[in-house]
């Protein structure tokens, strides 16, 4: 059965009104993707916050020199946040992401459903359920949760990070179910 066909339930742009540096943006996606996520069409309904959002999700998920953790431990934070929120947007299109990234479809699956199934490194298994406290019991996070992040080896910038990442995800699903944002068709089939 496939999904809605809407990008969200409000009204956006066509893309032949949207100025040139979205465009340009969107042509960029395409080369690189073959597609423009559905997420930055759903910020076209509000332009400069697209570049807001755009500008920090580059900074967050893609700067490699700046951040101590890879782009499949960012992307695998994402997915993690997104399945103790239950948002269907940032679980099809980032469990592609971890599909990809790590070339493991099953690893993509088991983050999607249950990370906890999966066999993962001592310290992926800290940071995604320091990440999994961080959204469900978020003032409960202590001194403890970030000491337990240091014993396997992170340090204070990498805490940082994996608390700006699953925070981020936490903002963009609230947008995702407010808006009712659809993934691209596309990321179903993709990378399995």
């Known amino acids: 059965m496939p999904q809605p066909k809407h990008i969200i339930k409000l009204p956006l742009p066509d893309e032949e009104t949207l100025g040139d540096d ?50 499949l431990e960012r992307e695998m934070i994402a997915v993690v946040v997104s399945s103790a929120n239950h948002c269907y947007y940032c679980l099809v299109a980032h469990g592609q992401a971890v599909r990809k990234l790590s070339g493991d479809p099953q690893l993509g699956e088991m983050m999607v459903m249950n990370y906890r199934v ?19 019991d978020p003032q409960g996070i202590s001194e403890d949760d970030r000491q337990g992040l240091r014993d396997v080896g992170f340090t204070n910038d990498d805490i940082f990070d994996i608390c700006d990442t699953a925070a981020f995800f936490n903002y963009t699903n609230r947008m995702a179910h407010a808006l009712d944002m659809m993934p691209n068709p596309e990321y179903h089939a993709m990378d399995r």
């Open 22 to 71: 979205i465009r340009k943006y969107f042509d960029l996606c395409t080369e690189k993707l073959g597609l423009v996520p559905y997420v930055l069409r759903a910020y076209t309904a509000k332009p400069e916050k697209f570049q807001t959002f755009s500008r920090f999700y580059n900074t967050l998920m893609l700067d490699e020199e700046n951040c101590g953790l890879s782009k």
């Open 118 to 136: 999966a066999e993962l490194s001592e310290r992926q298994r800290a940071m995604l359920d320091f990440a999994w406290k961080l959204t469900t």
